[in-house]
């Protein structure tokens, strides 16, 4: 069955950086594509990006776009998110989501979610 | 980007309701949109997708319409395991956005 389990909580301080990360199973990993997106306490959701993992191309969110990077590891089925710079209003549950092979699917799996706490 | 509004932003219904939920774009996303429901403590969870198509496993009293701007979500029977909160999202164009929610709350 398909599983997407993400790496535990982290604290972390300001202008630190964290990485997460996502390790797939149950499918073939580089048939699908892979986003993250995240939660702060109480709000919504944001999108932050998408890793394509058959070539590991990147597409960013412009909000993101200077402090994120996402990388797969084909050989274990893990991507990563690493985020840089931290803040405060970083703190949130980030989510990696698979998307279905279809064309407009949505995300059919997602992780369990890693929060992560920017706390001086 | 892409905005999505969502309304209501909540409501209250009975079990047994009919609960509609709109999903307004500023520009036309065709039919690329789809539908999520978030539980407490929970991730999200497919609905919907390609606007319309019913996610495998999904109870058939939720429903989808529309396209370019303007989707609905339906539930034409509100069971208790309904109550959580709806996010649509639009796959046309990145970045990929998300509406801000409706709570489906007890009445």
């Known amino acids: 069955q398909v599983q997407l389990v993400q790496s535990g909580a982290e604290v972390k301080k300001p202008g630190a950086s964290v990485k997460v990360s996502c390790k797939a199973s149950g499918y073939i990993f580089t048939n699908y594509y892979m986003h993250w997106v995240r939660q702060a306490p109480g709000q919504g959701l944001e999108w932050m990006g998408i890793i394509k993992p058959s070539g590991g191309s990147t597409t960013y969110a412009q909000k993101f776009q200077d402090r994120v990077t996402m990388t797969r590891d084909t050989s274990t089925t893990t991507v990563y998110m690493e985020l840089s710079s931290l803040k405060s209003e970083d703190t949130a549950v980030y989510y990696c989501?698979?998307?279905?092979?279809?064309?407009?699917?949505?995300?059919?799996?997602w992780g369990q979610g890693t929060l992560v706490t920017v706390s001086s | 980007a892409i905005q999505l509004t969502q309304f209501p932003s909540s409501l209250s219904a009975s079990v047994g309701d009919r609960v509609t939920i709109t999903c307004r774009a500023s520009q036309g996303v065709s039919s690329a949109l789809a539908w999520y429901q978030q539980k407490p403590g929970k991730g999200p969870k497919l609905l919907i997708y390609?606007?319309?198509s019913l996610e495998s496993g999904v109870p058939s009293r939720f429903s989808g319409s529309g396209s370019g701007t303007d989707f609905t979500l339906t539930i034409s029977s509100l069971q208790p395991e309904d109550f959580a909160i709806y996010y649509c999202?639009?796959?046309?164009?990145?970045?990929?956005?998300f509406g801000g929610g409706t709570k489906v709350e007890i009445k």
């Open positions: 999202q639009q796959f046309n164009t990145y970045p990929l956005t």
């Open positions: 390609d606007a319309s």
């Open positions: 989501a698979r998307e279905g092979r279809d064309a407009y699917s949505g995300y059919d799996y």
